[in-house]
């Protein structure tokens, strides 16, 4: 398996993201693929939905948190490559690990508690800031600048070995996942359209009855089918 060498010695495996993608889109693909029935279709998308939901959710923070820690504290290189994500959404971790929102929710007036340590460094006191708007800038910022701003931000130091073992573990999970989530969404949408449409003729609120969903989503998957059957 690939790896990547941190700074300044370590070393980080890189999971094989397009097989893990693969392997879990097949598996959807193949379960949800043998259903005639496009109602028993859309109540077991839904549930690898949710269950992918859960998994990403037990996940993703332990993920951010030791991105972070190997970045902020140790100038890990490399990690868009560890965790298999594209350059905004590793920033978009990092930002989640620092603030504790996404970056794409953040608002003007939002703001976040900062541990700040008196010249002793034995004494934290407590400062209210504003959340900036980007993460800083790792151009022109001494390494002890950006360990000051990840402590005061709160993100945990962790080791660095222990976080280098478990950021290509927690990645891959999420990675896969992801992608069964993705492949099981475009089958419910679908599936959904089809139950409004001869012979079924469900309406949207029996579809979202089904389905456990809102009737409002119900409505936006049958425009995201209804353009994807256009294609």
Request: cysteine-free; charged content about 30%; overall charge neutral.
């Amino acid at each position: 398996m690939p790896s990547v060498s941190g700074y300044p010695h370590h070393k980080l495996e890189i999971p094989d993201y397009p097989s893990i993608r693969r392997e879990a889109e097949d598996a959807v693909k193949d379960e949800l693929g043998r259903m005639a029935r496009p109602d028993d279709r859309v109540r077991r998308a839904a549930e690898i939905i949710r269950q992918a939901d859960l998994e990403i959710a037990a996940h993703i923070e332990d993920r951010n948190q030791a991105a972070a820690s190997l970045w902020f504290y140790d100038r890990v290189r490399g990690l868009t490559k560890v965790m298999g994500l594209a350059t905004n959404a590793y920033r978009s971790a990092l930002f989640q690990a620092l603030y504790g929102i996404d970056p794409r929710s953040r608002k003007d007036g939002d703001v976040y508690t900062a541990h700040v340590l008196a010249a002793d460094g034995r004494k934290a006191t407590t400062e209210v800031r504003p959340i900036p708007a980007d993460l800083p800038a790792a151009q022109g910022e001494q390494a002890e600048d950006l360990a000051r701003i990840a402590e005061e931000a709160g993100v945990p130091r962790l080791d660095t070995a222990e976080a280098s073992r478990q950021l290509p573990k927690l990645s891959s999970i999420v990675a896969a996942a992801s992608a069964r989530r993705a492949v099981a969404l475009e089958f419910m949408q679908d599936a959904e359209l089809a139950l409004s449409e001869e012979p079924y003729g469900w309406d949207g609120p029996r579809i979202a009855e089904h389905a456990g969903v809102s009737v409002k989503l119900v409505w936006k998957h049958w425009g995201v089918a209804r353009k994807r059957r256009e294609r």
